[in-house]
Structures are given as C-alpha cells and as structure tokens.
C-alpha cells in the first residue's frame, strides 16, 4: 500500500539526505549498538540514542536493508515495551568470510 507524501516532506528528506544529516543519524545508531550477538529494539535504540523512534525506524532500516549494516536477530522480548519482537544486531563478524 502507498500512501501520498506532501512534496515538503520529499523535499526535506532530500536536503538532509544531501547535506548528510542521514549518513549522521546511522552513524549514532551503530555507535551504540555493540558486536555481536547484542540485539536490541527499536525502542531500546531509542532510549540509548535519545532519537525519536521515527528517526530510529527510518535509519535501521536503512543500516538493515540498504548497506547490510544490520541483520534481525531471534524473536524475543522487548525489555521497554514486553512486546515480543524481532531485534537487529550486527552481522557475526566471521559472516564476511563465507
């Protein structure tokens, strides 16, 4: 399903994409995401990073999808909400060499 985004919304996400606010905001998400097998949620990234969770959710995914920075780990629960979640960590650091 796609939903209509307003053009200053567009236009926004462009300039901060160019200016490198975004490249910014993955940067302090993995700052405080430690080696594997750590996993965390996306509300305990935001209480460790003190970003909002749109901003989390956005760059996870990103770091996740895009540059395969991030993987999902197990299901477990979350330690802020007690909702049952799928985490994402770092890759196991010997993944590269398969």
């Known amino acids: 399903m796609h939903t209509q985004v307003a053009h200053t919304s567009i236009r ?3 300039d901060i994409k160019k200016d490198g606010t975004v490249s910014t905001r993955q940067r ?3 700052a405080v995401i430690e080696p594997y097998p750590a996993d965390y949620s996306l509300q305990e990234l935001c209480e460790l990073t003190g970003l909002p969770v749109n901003i989390v959710s956005g760059r996870v995914h990103e770091l996740r999808e895009k540059l395969g920075e991030l ?3 197990p299901s477990r629960t979350c330690r802020i909400t007690g ?3 799928r985490p ?3 890759p196991h650091p010997q993944m590269g060499l398969f």
């Open 28 to 30: 302090q998400i993995m």
């Open 71 to 73: 993987q999902h780990g």
């Open 88 to 90: 994402v960590r770092r």
């Open 83 to 85: 909702r049952t979640i």
């Open 12 to 14: 926004t996400y462009r």
